[in-house]
């Protein structure tokens, strides 16, 4: 075998390895660990935050879905504190990312578990199409490499504040809504805030229990 082929079987390999890693039996992925250094000031982000529309069709890396779903509800305390406030602690947000471009992940849908920094597969396929019809054809949902999805369940904050609970919740989606615009601006990325979808629509595609509040569609900037 010449020596350039068994370099590049030694890289397959390798590679193999990684990805075998990072996925366990239960269809889990443990992402990498996010930075909690960047390079642009808080300020600069702030004041180059734009609502984007167009991507280039390049892969996301598995270090910047990492870091964008940290920044939505990442674990940043010893008692479960995150990187969004809720109300009493209550945390009722779940997010999920429809994938169809990402560095190391097969294209389907995988909910973030803030806990252990990693990703379970709930569903295997590439629903961008149907999501984007389901946002009244909204195209970034359709040409962006993933969109990252805030759903929430109420009752748990319900239980606490009862009926005070939907508008916290609703406050709480723009806490974590904000942190992925802004972590997306810091990292080069570009993202839109959506709201504008068929409630009914995304549920049965999705298939999740909690109510899909927001979508954020991520790609590179042009
Ligand atoms: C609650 C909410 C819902 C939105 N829904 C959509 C949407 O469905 N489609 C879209 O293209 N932009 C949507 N946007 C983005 C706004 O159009 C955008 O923030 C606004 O034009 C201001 O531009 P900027 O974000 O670049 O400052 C939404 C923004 C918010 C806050």
Sequence with gaps: MSRMKKFFISILCLADLVFAENFDAKNYFNLPAPDVKGKVSLEQTLAKRRSIREYRDEKLTIKELGQ???AAQGITANWGGR??????????????VAAGNVEMLEPGVYHYIPEYHRIERVLNQDIRNKLCIAALGQKPIEKAPATIIIAANFSRTKKRYGERATRYVYMEVGHAGQNVYLQAEALGLGTVAIGAFDDGQIKDILKIKEDVLYLFPVGKKF
């Design 68 to 70: 964008l779903l940290w």
């Design 83 to 96: 990187t969004s406030p809720s109300a009493g602690a209550t945390y009722p947000l779940e997010i999920y």
